[in-house]
T-cell receptor, first 111, second 113 residues
């Protein structure tokens, strides 16, 4: 059974810092991995999707990497801003489309 | 595009009542997912459909829960009878294909008293 773990559960940083969020999964037979952002009281917004054959994806100040063999992914946020404050979740997909989420990392960026 | 549309946004009901949650996926999307989110358990996959056919319902907690997708533009999640432990935020999400990002609705916050 696939299990997804995210560390840390919460993170507080001053504005401008670069930071890394971690995601690990137990079954390396994944189809793809997605990173999401969730603001309080809202649904999830997809940030980046990495196919199993890819090593990384970039969007603006966000960079996600994938090491399938070791069951790990990282989300790198450069030059963090208060507007980046949210909960970040990773999810892994099987080849049948089943998407399993981690518990998320709640990020606070202080001005 | 209006995105994934869920209704109602909030539902408060008494234990034992039937609850029906509704979802309209993004037009053209082939996959539809129902998730439940609580503080204790996070996001749990309940059931997902591909081309209107249920693929995996192993996450449906009990027989009290049922989901249907009668056509490509509509799905329902029904709880009958509801219990206080069903209180959670229920999300519907859709995607164009297995290779595509998942798009979430804003959720239905269910409170069962």
């Amino acid at each position: 059974k696939q299990e997804v773990t995210q560390i840390p559960a919460a993170l507080s940083v001053p504005e401008g810092e670069n930071l890394v969020l971690n995601c690990s999964f137990t079954d390396s037979a994944i189809y793809n991995l997605q990173w999401f952002r969730q603001d309080p009281g809202k649904g999830l917004t997809s940030l980046l999707l990495i196919q199993s054959s890819q090593r990384e994806q970039t969007s603006g100040r966000l960079n996600a990497s994938l090491d399938k063999s070791s069951g790990r992914s990282t989300l790198y946020i450069a030059a963090s801003q208060p507007g980046d404050s949210a909960t970040y979740l990773c999810a892994v997909s099987s080849n049948t489309g089943k998407l399993i989420f981690g518990q998320g990392t709640t990020l606070q960026v202080k001005p | 595009d209006a995105g994934v549309i869920q209704s109602p946004r909030h539902e408060v009901t008494e234990m034992g009542q039937e609850v029906t949650l509704r979802c309209k996926p993004i037009s053209g999307h082939n996959s539809l997912f129902w998730y439940r989110q609580t503080m204790m358990r996070g996001l749990e996959l309940l059931i997902y459909f591909n081309n209107n056919v249920p693929i995996d319902d192993s996450g449906m907690p009990e027989d009290r829960f049922s989901a249907k997708m009668p056509n490509a533009s509509f799905s329902t999640l029904k709880i009958q009878p509801s219990e206080p432990r069903d209180s959670a935020v229920y999300f519907c999400a859709s995607s164009l294909s297995l290779d595509s990002p998942l798009h979430f609705g804003n959720g239905t916050r269910l409170t069962v008293t």
